[in-house]
């Protein structure tokens, strides 16, 4: 079983940065994919980012290329979204994931076993 807490949301305005953090704890816990998720209401939950075990592989949704950036401390078995140049459309609650199984980084939702609480970020205009 693996634990994830997400921390570091918040309400900021347009063109702010914010970084969140994703804490792991637990079986294996520095030994998964983890994969970066929004959910803005009344929409799907949608895939931001996603960093293989080591790190050495990344993947990023087409709105957030260039702004975003996934980087991960297996020492402390943490994983961060550094999220520069937020706009408005970059509101949701943000969940981190975990992908227990050993292949190439997924974007899909389905793929992820382990979830977060979430945290909300707030971009306004």
């Known amino acids: 079983q693996v634990q994830l807490h997400e921390s570091g949301g918040g309400l900021v305005q347009t063109g702010a940065s914010?970084?969140?953090s994703c804490a792991a704890s637990g079986r294996s816990?520095?030994?998964f994919t983890i994969g970066w998720f929004r959910q803005a209401p009344g929409k799907d939950r949608e895939?931001?980012?996603a960093s293989s075990r080591s790190g050495a592989n990344t993947a990023y949704a087409d709105?957030?290329?260039?702004r975003f950036s996934v980087s991960r401390d297996n020492a402390q078995s943490t994983v961060y979204l550094q999220m520069n140049s937020l706009k408005p459309e970059d509101t949701a609650v943000y969940?981190?994931?975990a992908d227990s199984i050993f292949r190439p980084v997924m974007a899909s939702v389905t793929s992820y076993d382990y979830w977060g609480q979430g945290t909300q970020v707030t971009v306004s205009s």
């Open 63 to 66: 709105s957030v290329k260039g």
């Open 18 to 20: 914010l970084k969140l």
């Open 29 to 31: 816990s520095g030994r």
């Open 47 to 49: 895939f931001v980012a």
């Open 95 to 97: 969940y981190c994931a």
